[in-house]
């Protein structure tokens, strides 16, 4: 399939058109941001790890019955996917207080959630991402109330999954943050991309942190803790 137009170019990723009107190639850059931009690297391997840990897991869900936009890996650092509009919300799951949360509410991070916590975030860097409930997305046009019902239940849904997955290689899933697209049909599916930078992701004996907390916070190379999480990914996919 030909690589051709680049169609949109965001922090960690790049998108180009294919000869398929429905389908578009994604590149994992290896660029790392945080803080809404403010802070940025390069770090070399990070968008092959991200594709592959990406596709691996995209493909679990997918047995479990979670469709996404991913259609297959093609490359180190390329994977094929379906053309969707993006809804923009970023859709956040937390299962223990941890990052903004923890600082929001000055609750201790660590600290296991009786029942998860699915948040809402307006996708527009000039604002920052503002936290937005749902009248706030009713007045923005963004979602309508039964799309907001779908969001919240596939969140969940997804959760449950991959606190079973991270579960079974030693990996305590804190939180995620999920991003869902329009296909051409209408229908809202999985997008974007679940990994170590989408991801807070600690090691069940140790509490390490495998994510990119370990770039925002400068606690060392952030690679390995990516490639950990992959060695053992790939350990639980030769399992399915
Ligand atoms: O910073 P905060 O605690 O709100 O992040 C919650 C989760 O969402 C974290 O796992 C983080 O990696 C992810 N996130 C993200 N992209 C953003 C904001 C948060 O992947 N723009």
């Not at 991801?199 to 952030?222: I, M, P, Q, S």
Request: glycine share 6%; charged share 30%; proline share 2%.
């Amino acid at each position: 399939m030909e690589k051709n137009r680049l169609l949109y170019e965001g922090k960690a990723k790049r998108i180009y058109s294919t000869d398929q009107e429905l389908v578009v190639r994604v590149e994992y850059k290896d660029s790392a941001t945080a803080f809404n931009g403010e802070k940025k690297s390069e770090i070399a391997g990070k968008g092959v790890l991200n594709n592959e840990i990406t596709s691996l897991i995209f493909a679990l869900l997918k047995s479990k019955g979670i469709n996404s936009h991913f259609i297959q890996r093609l490359s180190e650092k390329e994977q094929l996917v379906q053309k969707v509009d993006i809804i923009p919300l970023e859709v956040v799951v937390r299962n223990v207080i941890a990052g903004s949360l923890s600082k929001r509410l000055g609750l201790e991070e660590g600290t296991g959630l009786k029942e998860s916590i699915v948040e809402f975030y307006f996708k527009n860097d000039e604002l920052g991402d503002p936290l937005v409930n749902e009248d706030h997305i009713l007045t923005l046009e963004i979602a309508s109330l039964p799309e907001l019902d779908i969001l919240r239940a596939q969140a969940l849904k997804i959760n449950e999954e991959l606190n079973k997955l991270f579960q079974s290689i030693g990996v305590r899933l804190i939180d995620f943050k999920l991003e869902f697209g329009k296909d051409a049909d209408g229908f809202i599916i999985l997008a974007d991309e679940i990994s170590p930078d989408t991801c807070r992701l600690w090691d069940a004996d140790t509490n390490t942190k495998l994510d990119k907390d370990v770039f925002r916070r400068d606690l060392g190379d952030l690679t390995k803790g990516y490639q950990e999480i992959l060695n053992r990914l790939r350990g639980a996919a030769s399992h399915v």
